[in-house]
Nanobody
Framework: QVQLVESGGGSVQAGGSLRLSCAASGRTSSAYGMGWFRQAPGKERESVAAISWTGGTTYYADSVKGRFTISRDNAKNTVYLQMNSLKPEDTARYYC?????????????????WGQGTQVTVSS
């Protein structure tokens, strides 16, 4: 089992930045692909970004390309999501997810472990 805890959410004005962190604990000795998802009220959960075990391969949704950066520090069992140039449409609850494997994974059904999420609110 892997436990995931997100942090770093908050309220920010449009154009601002936030950095989300996701700390993993438990059986973290295996290789895990990690991802960030988000869900706004009344909307389906969507993939935001994903990263391979080594960090060498990443995926970004078109809506965040050029603004968000996913990274990981395996020594700290932590994945980050740096969010710049935030827009009101980025407002959502952001979830960290993990799945065994060395690649990155784009879809939520590919993930086995989920955090509780952290709220991001961007005001105009």
């Amino acid at each position: 089992q892997v436990q995931l805890v997100e942090s770093g959410g908050g309220s920010v004005q449009a154009g601002g930045s936030l950095r989300l962190s996701c700390a993993a604990s438990g059986r973290t000795s295996s290789a895990y692909g990690m991802g960030w998802f988000r869900q706004a009220p009344g909307k389906e959960r969507e993939s935001v970004a994903a990263i391979s075990w080594t960090g060498g391969t990443t995926y970004y949704a078109d809506s965040v390309k050029g603004r968000f950066t996913i990274s990981r520090d395996n020594a700290k069992n932590t994945v980050y999501l740096q969010m710049n140039s935030l827009k009101p449409e980025d407002t959502a609850r952001y979830y960290c997810a993990a799945t065994k494997g060395t690649y990155y994974y784009r879809y939520d059904y590919q993930y086995n472990y989920w955090g509780q999420g952290t709220q991001v609110t961007v005001s105009s």
